[in-house]
């Protein structure tokens, strides 16, 4: 049994290793530097034009009708290179989404943009910050109208449309709506955060005209499903990351020396360096179970997912700050690229729920197997 990535797919990883290794962390810098706009326009126009926003859709709607395999692949080069693009919200929930709930008319419109780089999208459920459970959340749709807010909304000074948790009607019932963000009765509001090449906001809604996605009353079910599909996605953005963090640690160990020797020889940086590549390997094992529970779509997705997550979360963790500690005073300089991972390894870390959470859905998950 083979578990390693395709010719074909390997190919794909390759050229966007080269046009996203140069670029991706030159123009986060830019944006953190005080750069205009919310994330890195040219690499995001280039990216939609070689097709690569589209791989996961239909050839009948614009895409390469590659898979879940190949998002997963440009998943992980995206991570390494620390890109400033709004691929994950785009691509791992709001196509997502659209793909699972939408009526194929609605599908194929968006499709069309998503695949041609022309829009942006989102996903909008937490309220406040905190735990995100079904007793808090009080959006409310009423006669087509969404009322209330949204945040931390992530991309959500950018996108063109959203995938909204809310309830329904009487509020006794959750539904997902797609709500496009073009339109009157929204405010957007800008809010801080640690990495600001990922920006985050707050969305409310007096009045916005949305559709329906999925069911009526199947919300929170059809929002768990989505979560888990995209924490696998968001796995290997980690592992890339990680990677590129364990990759710039040694690059720097061998090239620093001390007492006439380069700073790797020593076995405290060894040791170090030792423990990310352990934790990068358990998460890249993980996280290609992941990619095969999706891509088949096995019943052992959800826990799949939440293996993933967790083991891809403490891998970036560690690697991020391990990176920063190998490289010593200079790490934590503005000057050194040190920070530009941290940064992202705790906004991922975040970006589908915290570690803690997906734990304790794996422990439920396999619990509920057991007694099964």
Known sequence: MNFDFSDDQKALAQEARK??????????????????GHYDQELWGEIGRLGWLGIAIPEEFGGSGLGHLETCVLAEEIGRANAAVPVASTLYFFAEALSLFAPREVYA????????????????MAESPGIVSEERISALVVDGMLHGEKLPVIDGM????????????????????????????????????????????????SGARVERLGGTGAGWQNAQMLLDRAAIYLAFEQLGGAEAALEMAVGYARSRFAFGRPIGSFQAIKHKLADVYVKNQLA????????????????????????????????FDFAAKENVQTHGGMGFTWEADCHLLLRRSKHLGLAAGAPALWREKLVRTLERRNRA
Do not use: H
């Open 109 to 124: 419109l968006w499709a069309r943009q998503i695949a041609g780089g022309k829009t942006i999208g989102c996903f909008a």
């Open 158 to 205: 950018a996108a063109d449309a959203a995938i909204v948790l809310a309830r329904d009607g009487d509020g006794a019932e959750m539904s997902l709506f797609l709500v496009p963000l073009a339109q009157a009765g929204i405010t957007r509001t800008p809010l801080e955060t640690l990495d600001p090449s990922r920006p985050v906001a707050r969305l409310q809604f």
């Open 19 to 36: 046009l996203l290794g140069t670029r991706g962390r030159a123009g986060t810098r830019a944006l953190l530097n005080g750069g205009s």
């Open 284 to 315: 890249r094992a993980n996280s290609w179970y992941g990619a095969w529970a999706l891509s088949a779509n096995a019943p052992e997705l959800a826990a799949a997912a939440a293996m993933a997550r967790v083991a891809a979360s403490e891998a």
